[in-house]
Nanobody
Framework: EVQLVESGGGLVQAGGSLRLSCAAS????????IGWFRQAPGKEREGVSC????????HYAASVRGRFTISSDNAKNTVYLQMNSLKPEDTAVYYC??????????????????WGQGTQVTVSS
């Protein structure tokens, strides 16, 4: 059974930092591209960042570029999202997704193969 488990969310003040983790099991991690998405109340799910299976390619939404960093540790089957300089508008449930193809995990969340349950990030002003 494939499982993606997010952790690391919480409540932080504006300007603070959090590091989210996405731990994967039940799949050949080295073959999968991983993406982070977020969904705020009343808003559509949006792509935040993604990393290729090799770790050589990354992509960031314009709203987080320069503040967030995605990385992977294949030995631990885990992808991280380091979030710095957090803003209240970053408040959302953050999900990770996995797919053999690059495009779904970066741009089309509804087409990604596997999803985690999400972790809440709340940034207070």
């Amino acid at each position: 059974e494939v499982q993606l488990v997010e952790s690391g969310g919480g409540l932080v003040q504006a300007g603070g930092s959090l590091r989210l983790s996405c731990a994967a099991s039940g799949l050949a991690f080295d073959d999968y591209n991983i993406g982070w998405f977020r969904q705020a109340p009343g808003k559509e799910r949006e792509g935040v960042s993604c990393i290729s299976s090799s770790g050589d390619s990354t992509h960031y939404a314009a709203s987080v570029r320069g503040r967030f960093t995605i990385s992977s540790d294949n030995a631990k089957n885990t992808v991280y999202l380091q979030m710095n300089s957090l803003k209240p508008e970053d408040t959302a449930v953050y999900y990770c997704a996995a797919d053999l193809n690059w495009v779904p995990v970066c741009f089309y969340p509804n087409k990604a193969g596997y999803w985690g349950q999400g972790t809440q990030v709340t940034v207070s002003s």
